[in-house]
Each structure stands twice: as C-alpha cells, then as structure tokens.
C-alpha cells in the first residue's frame, strides 16, 4: 500500500486527469441509461396511438343553442343515448382527458397547484362559508390508462365503478400527481367542489413522478401536479336522477357536455367515422355534433422526434465513449512511462515486477472505483426517478471492469516490452 500512495503521490496531475476522465465517461453513460429509459417509456406511450386514426368529437352547442336545447329535460337523454352509443361502439375507442379545474378546500400552501398558476393568478373562492383553491385537475376515462403508461408509486387504478355516477353518490376517487405526495397520504379524504356539486374525494393512489397523457392540447402532459378524477356516465337517464335527487341540473349538464371533446381512436378512415357515428346520431336524435379529423399529426411527429431523439443521444454518446477511452488510454500509457524511473528504484529496493504491476492497477482501480463512485451519486442525486438505479449500478461495475482492464493490458504490454535490466545499467 505504501507503494501505491508514493505512485500516486508522484503524479497528481495524470491521477487527477485521469480520474477525470472516469468521471466524465460514467457521466454520460448514466445519462445515456436515463434517457433510454426516459424514451422507453415514451415509445411505449406513443406507439399505442401511433397505428390509430384519431378524430375529435364536438358538440355545437354554443351560448343561446345550449340554453335552448336543456330547456327541454328530454334532451339530457337524448345526449345521455347519444354519449353512450359512441361509448359502447365496439370500432372506435372512446379517449376523454379533458381538462377541468376542481375547487378544492383543503389546498396545499404551495401556488404551483393553482389552476392558473403558470398565468400567475391564484384563484381561490369562497362556497357556504368554505375557501377552495381552483385546482389543477383531469377528468379521464379508462382508455386514457389503457393508452398511457400511468405507472402508481402506491395505491391503485379506478375500478369500473368509479366511472358511473349513481344516485346519490358524494364519494369520488382521485389519483393524485407525484407533487401531492408531501401533504397528502394514501386514503385521505379531500372536500371538493366539481361542477357546482361537494363531493368527498377519496385517494386512492399516487402517480408515478412525469408521468404523462395524451391530450387534446398536449401530447406529453406531466401529471405531477394534478388532480385526476373518473370521467363519470350516468347509472341511469338524467331525466330520472334529476327527479330522484336535489343535485342541481347544471352538474349533468356539465357530465354529457364534458363527453363531446373527447377522441375516437379507430382504423376507420375519414367518411367510414363519420357514416359509423352518424348511424348512432340518427338512432338517438342527436344532430349536434361534428366529427374533427382524421387529425394524429401531433402523436406521429412525437413518435418521430422520440425516434430521432434516439439517434441522436447514441450518435453524440458513441463519439464521446470513443474519445474518452481514447484520453484514457493516452493518459495511462503516458503515466506508466514517466513513471518509469520510480519503478526502477523500486526493483532496485527489492520490489518485484509482479507487485509492481499488481500496484498500478490497485492505484487505478481505487481511483476508477471513486470517479464512478461519485459520477453514479451525482446522476442519483438530480435524477428524478431512481428506478432504474441498479442498472446504473451495474452499468458502473461494467465501466469499472472495463477500465481496469485497460489499465491491465497496458501495464502488462509496457512492462513487457521494456528492457528492465538494461535501464538498470544505464544503457
């Protein structure tokens, strides 16, 4: 060991370039490895939609139309049969994230939950005597988990039970993004205010931190921040909960109508869509709506730029590997020659060749060992998802490995191929 430190000792600035040169190569294999995973997960996500035409349905009924339509109670279930038969339709997929503020009343401290955070306005309101907090928040149906990868931390999915109202209902499930973790646990309940209605809202799970949906207005939208809540269908006809029960008409309303933006994803093409639907608009008296598409630019062009993203991270990745170990190798040769003359005195101390090797690549395995050591904590540190961290962990052992055995060749050639005993002699 004594010999090590003097060798080491020697040349602080080949051991710390050296050391550098570690580092930095382990950096950008853990960062190579992250976004890997980071891309896995959004091919994965993008390639479900990536095969499907995918139409936007809307209704048009807008300011004085609405107001006239829900005059008439019939005509909540006539949307109701409407909603139901693109619903059930066995050749498209219905899709709904939509993007709907709750109220909610026992609010984090922190702003950046705010509905309209980013435009730097809190709006917070008063409701019988209450102060809620209009909250970022996503209604879904289960198409929008069966599409996206929406991985839990803890707890669980809706069950199809959370996807229909029932009379009398004032309970509401809701997976909370990763952000919420710190002010709320698995099984609280929060009081909210969703469509003009209080509802006690249950947690049952907490997503995974950037997770991501498909939506209307973006193709990756973080969850971290938001509230997610069952895109809900009536038990029965609205007409008939109306009659049973004092929640106020306007909250169906805004149930049948949240429906109409949603997406329908299928291999139909253009006409076949609109002939499919027309068919169920038709059987239901429902003429209010319009069919926009086939439109999935958005999701094909981020297939492609994930894709290309790609190339690009192995491309850059690969020209840096071969530099690197290219340094590496440069500087450990010339490290080993120059230290040459140490050597010599060694042997002439009585140290033998074999210990001497055996003492450079200790010496550049201990220092390998603690640049990636230190290159693996500084990924771990500012990496968002630590899930992928025994794989770093073995990624580093292989670059340790690799590394060493460099050094091994390289000590192993020069200390072969150099004519010890003549150096001795001074010849």
């Excluded at 710390?16 to 853990?30: A, C, D, N, Q």
């Excluded at 949240?258 to 869509?273: F, I, P, Q, R, Y």
């Excluded at 140490?342 to 220092?367: D, P, R």
Aim: aromatic letters at 14%; charged letters at 20%; one cysteine or more.
């Amino acid at each position: 060991m004594n010999t090590t430190r003097l060798l080491m000792k020697n040349k602080k600035l080949f051991v710390v370039l050296t050391g550098l040169l570690s580092f930095l190569f382990s950096v950008v294999l853990f960062v190579l490895l992250v976004n890997l995973n980071i891309s896995k997960i959004e091919i994965r996500s993008a390639s479900k939609f990536h095969n499907y035409n995918i139409y936007q349905i809307s209704d048009d009924l807008i300011g004085e139309r609405e107001i006239e339509f829900f005059k008439d109670v019939k005509n909540y279930d006539i949307l109701n049969d409407f909603n139901n038969g693109v619903f059930k339709n066995n050749k498209v997929v219905f899709y709904n994230a939509v993007y709907q503020p709750i109220g909610l009343k026992q609010y984090p401290p922190d702003e950046k939950f705010s509905a309209y955070y980013e435009s730097g306005f809190n709006n917070i309101y008063e409701h019988e005597g209450a102060f809620y907090q209009t909250t970022k928040s996503m209604q879904v149906t289960k198409s929008v988990f069966d599409y996206n990868v929406v991985e839990l931390i803890e707890g669980q999915y809706f069950d199809d039970s959370a996807y229909v109202y029932v009379a009398g209902r004032k309970e509401i499930p809701v997976i909370l993004g990763s952000d919420y973790r710190q002010y709320y646990k698995l099984h609280d309940q929060l009081e909210i205010h969703h469509y003009f209605e209080k509802f006690v809202g249950r947690v049952v799970g907490f997503a995974k931190e950037n997770s991501f949906i498909f939506t209307d207005n973006e193709p990756q939208q973080v969850l971290n921040r938001y509230i997610l809540l069952p895109s809900m269908s009536l038990s029965e006809q609205p007409s008939e909960l109306l009659r049973k029960t004092q929640v106020d008409e306007v909250f169906f309303r805004a149930l049948l109508l949240s429906k109409m933006g949603g997406h329908l994803m299928t291999n139909l093409n253009a006409l076949e869509v609109r002939k499919e639907i027309g068919e169920i608009g038709k059987v239901t008296n429902f003429t209010n709506y319009q069919i926009i598409g086939a439109n999935s630019l958005s999701v094909d062009l981020l297939y492609k730029m994930i894709d290309t993203n790609q190339t690009l991270i192995f491309t850059i990745s690969g020209v840096v590997f071969i530099f690197i170990l290219c340094a590496f190798y440069l500087f450990v040769k010339s490290f080993i020659k120059r230290q040459f003359d140490t050597y010599l005195v060694f042997i002439m101390s009585g140290v033998t060749n074999y210990k001497i090797k055996k003492n450079i690549q200790l010496e550049f395995s201990i220092l390998n060992g603690m640049s990636i050591g230190l290159a693996l904590l500084c990924t771990v540190l500012f990496m968002q998802d630590i899930s992928i961290i025994s794989i770093l962990i073995i990624a580093g052992f292989l670059v340790w490995l690799l590394f060493n055995v460099v050094v091994y060749r390289l000590v192993n050639n020069l200390l072969a191929t150099t004519k010890v005993i003549e150096k001795l002699k001074g010849d």
